[in-house]
C-alpha cells in the first residue's frame, strides 16, 4: 500500500492551508498489482512452509517414536521413557505454535484479498475507513500472536524457562546502585 503513495502538500479549502497528506503516485496502476502479488506470496509462501515443516516434524518425531517401540518390542517395560515423553511433548508445542501462528496471520491473507478484490479497498480511497480498521485490528492480533509464543515456550519447555530465568537474573545482578 505504501509503495504507490507518497507525503505531499495538499491544500485544504475549508482551513483555507496546505497541509502534508497522502496522495498516490502516478505509477499505483504499474505498481499496485506487483505489491499485492508479492504480498500474496510472502503469505501463502508462510502458511505453506509454517504447515509443512511442522507436518515433517511431526512425522519425523513419530518414525522415531516407532523405530524406538520395534526396538523393544520384546522388553517388558510398559510405561513411556523420558525420551517418548519428550518428543510427544515437542510435538504438541510444534503444533500449537503452529497453530497459533496459522490463525493470527489468517486476518492477513482475508485483508489481502480484499484489497485485491476491492478496488477502493485503500487509504485515500472509498474503503479507507474500513482498511484502517482492519490494518489497527491485524496489528492487535499480530501482537497477540507474539504474546501467546513466548507464553506457550515458557509452559512447554522447562530449559526454556531455565534460560529465561537465568537471563532475568543476570540482569537483576547487574542493576546499577544509584547511592
Do not use: H
Request: proline fraction near 4%; aromatic fraction near 10%; glycine fraction near 6%.
Amino acid at each position: 500500500m505504501f509503495a504507490y503513495t507518497d507525503l505531499a502538500p495538499i491544500f485544504d479549502p475549508v482551513k483555507n492551508k496546505t497541509l502534508i497528506g497522502i496522495i498516490y503516485n502516478d505509477n499505483e496502476d504499474a505498481i499496485k498489482p506487483v505489491v499485492m502479488i508479492a504480498g500474496f506470496i510472502v503469505t501463502a509462501g508462510s502458511y505453506l512452509c509454517v504447515s509443512v515443516f511442522s507436518a515433517l516434524l511431526i512425522y519425523a518425531l513419530i518414525q522415531r517414536r516407532r523405530k524406538w517401540k520395534c526396538s523393544k518390542n520384546m522388553s517388558t517395560s510398559k510405561g513411556n521413557t523420558p525420551t517418548q515423553n519428550k518428543d510427544i511433548q515437542v510435538a504438541k508445542m510444534i503444533l500449537l505454535v503452529a497453530a497459533v501462528f496459522l490463525i493470527g496471520f489468517i486476518p492477513l491473507g482475508a485483508v489481502f484479498l480484499v484489497m485485491e478484490l476491492v478496488p477502493g479497498f485503500y487509504i485515500g480511497k472509498a474503503y479507507e475507513n474500513e482498511n484502517i480498521v482492519c490494518v489497527s485490528v491485524l496489528q492487535i492480533v499480530q501482537g497477540i500472536n507474539s504474546s501467546i509464543n513466548i507464553l506457550l515456550y515458557i509452559k512447554m519447555s522447562s530449559k526454556y524457562r531455565r534460560t529465561i530465568r537465568a537471563l532475568f537474573r543476570s540482569l537483576k545482578q547487574m542493576e546499577p546502585n544509584l547511592d
